[in-house]
């Protein structure tokens, strides 16, 4: 699997976070709190460097009042932040690193999502006697080779 599907699975155990955080605001029918949730949506997912000033202020809204979700947002950064690592040993350590605050987490979509198959994969790259130094997704791809 590639990176962006992987990060794409931590987003989308993100926005099942975000979902039970709305449908509690909506029970307590705090309309305007589930208002505001809904909208946070795109500065959740959006990469830090390309938020606007308006996301940046959402986000440090939801860093000061929900953690939860704040925590879910923080894994799928540190996630995103493994792919851009550029050493190999480096990935692997904050790979094994995410995965460990993943499951240490208590975030139900995290205990659940695809993205606790890391381990396995890992296991298994670093198992076989053929597996090349450099994983898949590092490997330049013959046309830009």
Not at 118 to 139: N, Y
């Amino acid at each position: 699997m590639d990176p962006f599907h992987v990060v794409q699975l931590a987003g989308d155990a993100l926005d099942q976070v975000r979902r039970e955080v709305w449908n509690e605001a909506r029970k307590r029918n705090d309309q305007a709190g589930a208002r505001w949730l809904k909208g946070a949506r795109w500065a959740l997912w959006k990469a830090p460097e390309r938020l606007t000033g308006r996301q940046q202020a959402k986000l440090a809204t939801i860093q000061r009042t929900n953690r939860r979700l704040y925590r879910a947002h923080l894994l799928k950064e540190q996630l995103r932040a493994v792919f851009h690592e550029p050493s190999v040993e480096g990935a692997i350590e904050m790979l094994d690193a995410w995965v460990a605050w993943a499951e240490r987490s208590r975030l139900p979509a995290s205990s659940s999502s695809p993205p606790r198959s890391a381990p396995t994969a890992r296991r298994s790259w670093r198992a076989s006697p053929t597996a090349s130094p450099t994983p898949a997704w590092r490997r330049p791809t013959p046309a830009s080779a």
